[in-house]
């Protein structure tokens, strides 16, 4: 049967990423996926006009929706705004004790725009972490929850100090970092994950490709270590296939991009093929 997967994130009109990001990033590791639309965004890939949260039952009830039908064998969440969205998404986890969850806390989009209000990160840390199997804040994510001085000397510190506040490992991914690499640390060691690099690449929705495809992995059975491993090099491809063009500013990723590259373009004949024949029934 197959895997679920559940994102908990929000809209991004401009489909680069949030839960855009998260449906291709699962249909790219072979899971399936499902939602929780907890906001929408006015975004393209020059910035975010305006953000538009929901009531926070919003969330709650398409959670407990696709719980009671589909389940889900992970949960990745994403951009989740504000504090009230952050609690309830927290509750509802707990008391469906939904497993393999994610935790992306979402702050600043590529194009710089802010996407977390100033007192959720206080929430993040007493309710949402505690129940996540593996968080995946960025570099300059991590420094900004601990309320510190970005300083890559001490991210090793970093993540020891975000592990504390109660999530099983804690994956501070390296695309804002010097070296590239990710960093695992699950409580006992610290494990760096290397992977392909590509600077100036198209990389609108790469945190969200990263941290839905380690929910994927997660859903599929993987331990944390060889989850994080794969998820890295699904976002790096994702990033070396994203695409130029696409809007004037930051383009988006494309985590399909490698599947697809020697996939043979549908022509207009073939296309035509794909519909049932005039008369057949």
């Known amino acids: 049967m197959m895997k679920k997967a559940l994102s908990i994130a929000t809209s991004d009109s401009g489909a680069g990423a949030g839960i855009q990001a998260d449906l291709k990033s699962f249909l790219r590791c072979g899971v399936y996926g499902t939602t929780a639309i907890v906001a929408t965004t006015a975004q393209n890939t020059v910035g975010v006009n305006a953000i538009f949260p ?3 039952p919003v969330a709650v009830g398409q959670v407990e929706a696709v719980f009671e039908d589909i389940g889900a064998d992970a949960v990745k969440t994403g951009m989740l705004f504000n504090a009230g969205i952050i609690s309830a998404v927290a509750e509802v986890i707990r008391r469906l004790e939904l497993p393999n969850v994610v935790v992306d806390p979402v702050m600043v989009a590529e194009s710089g725009a ?5 007192d959720a990160i206080e929430t ?3 309710e949402l972490f505690p129940l996540a199997r593996v968080i995946t804040p960025n570099a300059n994510e991590a420094f900004a929850i601990l309320g510190a001085e970005r300083d890559e ?8 100090e975000l592990h504390s506040f109660g999530p099983e490992a804690v994956v501070i991914t390296g695309g804002h970092t010097e070296s590239g690499a990710d960093l695992l640390y699950d409580g006992k060691g610290f494990t760096r994950i290397e992977g392909p ?3 100036g ?9 990263h941290s839905s495809a380690l929910a994927s992995f997660l859903a599929l059975g993987f331990g ?3 989850a994080a491993r794969r998820a890295r090099l699904v976002a790096s491809e994702a990033v070396e296939y994203g695409l130029a063009g696409v809007g004037a500013g930051a383009g988006p990723v494309h985590a399909l991009g490698a599947v697809l590259k020697d996939a043979p373009p549908v022509t207009e004949t073939a296309g035509r093929g794909l519909h049932r024949a005039e008369g057949s029934g």
């Open 224 to 226: 944390v270590e060889e």
């Open 114 to 118: 802010t996407l977390l209000e100033d």
């Open 124 to 126: 993040y840390r007493r």
């Open 197 to 199: 690099v590509h600077p």
């Open 54 to 56: 929901f009531p926070p």
């Open 153 to 160: 000397a001490r991210i090793e510190d970093a993540a020891i």
């Open 201 to 209: 690449g198209n990389a609108h929705g790469s945190g969200c490709t």
